[in-house]
């Protein structure tokens, strides 16, 4: 059992940046993959950013070059650095994680947290 938790979430104008950090309760150093979604009003849910279990990353098109994944296993948590928001990234954002090796562009993942909020004004 994983449980994730995020935070970091909130509003901020375009051009603004957040920091949202997930902390997960299982074993540090477990090699999961982890990830990033995000739904944003009327919207299905989508992948933002994410490290497969071998350390691979990939980000979702739309942020490209503006967010930024990152993690410590050792401590088992999760962020994502975001860049130059616009309003088109106002969505309530996930931390997910898989016990095997899985890409962003699916979203049968293992385990969610609860999600936050991140609403971006023009």
């Known amino acids: 059992q994983e449980d994730l938790v995020e935070a970091g979430g909130g509003s901020v104008q375009a051009g603004g940046s957040l920091r949202l950090s997930c902390a997960g309760s299982g074993c540090k150093n477990r090699r999961y993959s982890r990830g990033w979604f995000r739904q944003g009003p009327g919207k299905e849910r989508e992948g933002v950013a994410g490290i497969s279990s071998d350390g691979t990353i990939a980000y979702g098109d739309v942020v490209k070059g503006r967010f930024t994944i990152s993690q410590d296993n050792a401590k088992n948590t999760l962020d994502l650095q975001m860049n130059n928001l616009t309003p088109e990234d106002t969505a309530v954002y996930y931390c997910?994680?898989?016990?095997?090796?899985?890409?962003?562009?699916?979203?049968?993942?293992?385990?969610w947290g609860q999600g936050t909020q991140v609403t971006v004004s023009a």
């Open positions: 997910a994680a898989h016990r095997y090796q899985k890409t962003i562009y699916t979203t049968l993942w293992d385990y």
